[in-house]
Structures are given as C-alpha cells and as structure tokens.
C-alpha cells in the first residue's frame, strides 16, 4: 500500500525517457518562436561579432585551413544549418561534426543531402550520445578538437555540468568558442515551482540544469565567457484550456520535466503550477482573431573562448 502511493505521487524526470522527451520536445517545437528567432539572431550582428568575427579574429593565422565544427545534441540540425551557413560565408573550408543519439539526425542528414547548406561544408555523422562519442574517439586515439561547438538546449542531457563543461572545453582548440544556450532559473522551466511543493527530494524531478549553473560551473574552472540573454514565446493554449489535449499534455510534460504530469502530479503541486503558468502568462490575439495564451521561456547565451586561464 505505501508503496503504491509512494508511485503515485512520484513524479518522473523526462528527460532519460528520450521517447517521451522528445514527444514533449515536438509539441514545444510546435508552438514556440524559437525558430524564427533564432534565425533572426544567427543573421544578427550579435552572433556575427562573437562567433564569426571573434573566430576569424582568433585564428586568423590559420584563415586558409579547414575550421572543424562539432555540433552536440543537434536535433534535427535547424539551428545549426543557420550558425553553418554564416560560418561558410567566412571560412574558405568547413568540416562539420554532428553527435545526436536520437533519429533526429537521419532529419538533419536528409535537410542537408536535400539542400547542402554550402559547397565548403563537408558532414560527419555520430549517432551517438557526447559520452560515447568521447569513448569512440579515444578508442581510436584521436585527439581531434575543434574551432567551434554549438551546444543549443543540450547540456541538460551531458550529467554534472561540472564534468561535462570541461569534456567540452577539453575538445576546443585555442581561440575556439563554444556557443552554450542554456534555460534560465528565473524564468520558463526553471521557475516553475515544483522544488516548493513540499514533496521530499525524491519524488521532485524538476531538476533541469540551468544556466546559472552552468555559469558558476565556467567560473570555478576560470574558462571566460560572454554572455546575452534569448527570450522566445510558446504558445500555451492547449493545456491551459483543455485538460484532455494530446499534444497539450505533451508540451506540460516537457515544460514541467515530468512524465505525464498533470496526472502523475499531487493536486496541491498541479495547482500551483498551473497557477504559476496563469500568473506568468499573457493573452494575445492570434491572426485570425483567436485568443492565444502566450508564456517567456527565456535562455542564456553563453559565448565560451578558449583562453589559457582555464583549470
Ligand atoms: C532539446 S533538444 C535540442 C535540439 C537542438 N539543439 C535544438 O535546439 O533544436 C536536445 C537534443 O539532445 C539530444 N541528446 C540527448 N541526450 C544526449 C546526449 N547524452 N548526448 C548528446 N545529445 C543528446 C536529444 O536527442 C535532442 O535531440
């Protein structure tokens, strides 16, 4: 019996469950601004300063050489065929990495077979997670680095960022930069309340990593960064208004980091929740006249440089 309601109010992490997850992640792909901004922002002055211009600043010696670029976690590549195709218009010769444990990559590897994203970009696929890829590479005694690595909403899968940042520091090359976004703790799914519920620790799994983890993290190992900040919208209407929604459910599950949490979830910590999202939310007036319920999910930006402080 104590076993049962010990199950019953457990709420489950998502994020080792990759199927779910990534249901959750399609439903948030669906409804959020994230692609059109982050198009908007790999065009922008901002991503051209800090990583085209600081890498051709810091390599410039080496302007004529191939730069190699590792993508971790790239989903199904969009992100990273917009920072790809700005990269080639300054780099004379691309060698592309891409380590993706999920069939995302067969999307990428499609996208990119469909329509190449450059003449001077050539791919390499791994379908593999940042840990096996690491043990493959070592097996084959490679000590491969490169001169960038885009690691968008990833780190949360790599473990303590405490080791992971510093497997990834470990593959730049002098004068590379790693681009990290990474949720805040302040806002979207890293504020959502559920550490208050009052739940012991074990049943609270709302333990994404955030960026100010990551940033006291690149702190302790002394590695510099620069830093702005990314905020894009998702529209929440489905399960703020139907209970029963699929796809609703699936965008809750992903937001809260909880396997089917509007069932699995205490009434007191579903309130309080769904109260934090009504709190924090906005009505808006979609095209057609529709009321559309609209929610911050905003990211840190972290632009790493590899100097020669780090530990
Ligand atoms: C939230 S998605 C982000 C995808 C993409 N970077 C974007 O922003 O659109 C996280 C990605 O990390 C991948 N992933 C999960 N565990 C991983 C691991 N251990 N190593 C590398 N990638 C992982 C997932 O399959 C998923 O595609």
């Not at 590379?176 to 979207?188: C, Q």
């Not at 208004?241 to 509007?262: A, Q, V, Y």
Request: one cysteine or more; hydrophobic letters at 35%.
């Amino acid at each position: 019996m104590m076993a049962s309601n010990m199950s019953e109010n457990k709420l489950l992490n998502i994020l080792p469950d990759m199927k779910h997850c990534h249901k959750g992640y399609a439903a948030y792909c669906s409804k959020t601004t994230k692609w059109q901004e982050m198009q908007k922002w790999t065009e922008s002055a901002e991503f051209d300063s800090n990583v085209v211009g600081n890498l051709s600043k810091n390599l410039s010696a080496n302007m004529d050489q191939q730069i190699r670029v590792l993508g971790i976690g790239s989903g199904e590549g969009i992100l990273e065929i917009y920072q790809l195709r700005k990269l080639a218009t300054k780099f004379p010769k691309i060698s592309a990495s891409v380590v993706e444990p999920s069939e995302l990559i067969t999307k990428y590897k499609d996208t990119v077979g469909r329509n190449p994203v450059a003449d001077n970009i050539t791919f390499e696929w791994h379908k593999q997670t940042f840990d096996e890829y690491l043990a493959s590479v070592a097996c084959h005694g490679s000590d491969k680095k490169y001169h960038f690595i885009s690691v968008v909403h990833a780190v949360y899968f790599l473990g303590d960022p405490d080791v992971s940042i510093k497997k990834l520091y470990k593959l730049l090359e002098p004068g590379g930069i790693i681009l990290l976004i990474v949720v805040t703790d302040h806002t979207g799914t890293g504020s959502i309340p559920l550490h208050q519920s009052g739940l012991k620790d074990d049943k609270i799994t709302n333990n994404l990593i955030n960026s100010s983890q990551v940033k006291a993290t690149l702190e302790k190992l002394h590695i510099e960064y620069t830093q702005s900040t990314h905020t894009e919208i998702v529209d929440i209407t489905d399960f703020m208004t139907n209970d029963d929604s699929e796809e609703g459910n699936f965008l809750l599950d992903f937001l809260t980091c909880t396997i089917n949490f509007r069932k699995s979830a205490p009434d007191d910590v579903r309130d309080r929740v769904m109260c934090h999202f009504q709190q924090g939310s906005r009505i808006e007036k979609t095209d057609d006249g529709d009321a559309k319920i609209s929610y911050n999910i905003t990211s840190d930006i972290l632009f790493v440089t590899r100097g020669d402080k780090a530990k």
